[in-house]
């Protein structure tokens, strides 16, 4: 049997501030505020509430980025939609090195994957608690961009 999907939305999040707590026995933590964004597809669109919201980012001795991200979401029609979602980013260390100085960069000479879930007690939405979904993802210079995908 394959595994098939379909799109969900397209997530765009602003993270102006990263608190970093350098170097812990777990590797290299920063803490990143998301402080809005916005998600449209066909079947819902909306904004990404202020707060709370953030990335608990952990940087591994192997390079990999670990993502552990909780964030709210507002329909368009006014239903709350918490979404988390752990995720992975690596790439080629000149690669990373742009990224983090905030040079645009080819998402295609990096890794980054994202497995969101979600959780809402809104009627209309409750088809969102029943699904897992997969995501690719780019970080532009204003934030990170993912296509959501829900996984039939």
């Given at each position: ?19 970093d ?7 290299r933590?920063r803490?990143?505020?998301v402080?809005?964004?916005s998600?449209?597809?066909?079947r819902?669109r ?8 953030g ?6 001795s ?6 552990d ?15 988390a ?7 080629p260390p000149?690669?990373m ?12 000479s ?9 959780e809402?007690s809104?009627?209309g ?6 699904l897992?979904a ?8 204003g934030?990170?961009?993912?296509e ?5």
């Amino acid at each position: 049997m394959t595994i098939g999907t379909r799109p969900l939305f397209e997530l765009r999040l602003q993270v102006p501030q990263i608190a970093d707590l350098g170097d812990t026995p777990y590797g290299r933590r920063r803490i990143a505020t998301v402080t809005g964004g916005s998600f449209a597809g066909e079947r819902l669109r909306g904004s990404v509430e202020p707060a709370p919201g953030g990335d608990w980012l952990l940087q591994r001795s192997d390079g990999v980025l670990v993502l552990d991200v909780r964030i709210l979401l507002r329909t368009d029609d006014g239903a709350l939609v918490q979404m988390a979602y752990r995720g992975l980013r690596h790439g080629p260390p000149e690669v990373m090195a742009r990224l983090a100085a905030g040079d645009a960069v080819d998402p295609a000479s990096y890794y980054f994957r994202i497995t969101p879930v979600f959780e809402t007690s809104h009627p209309g939405y409750q088809w969102l608690n029943r699904l897992l979904a997969v995501g690719t993802g780019r970080r532009d210079p204003g934030g990170p961009v993912y296509e959501v995908d829900e996984v039939l």
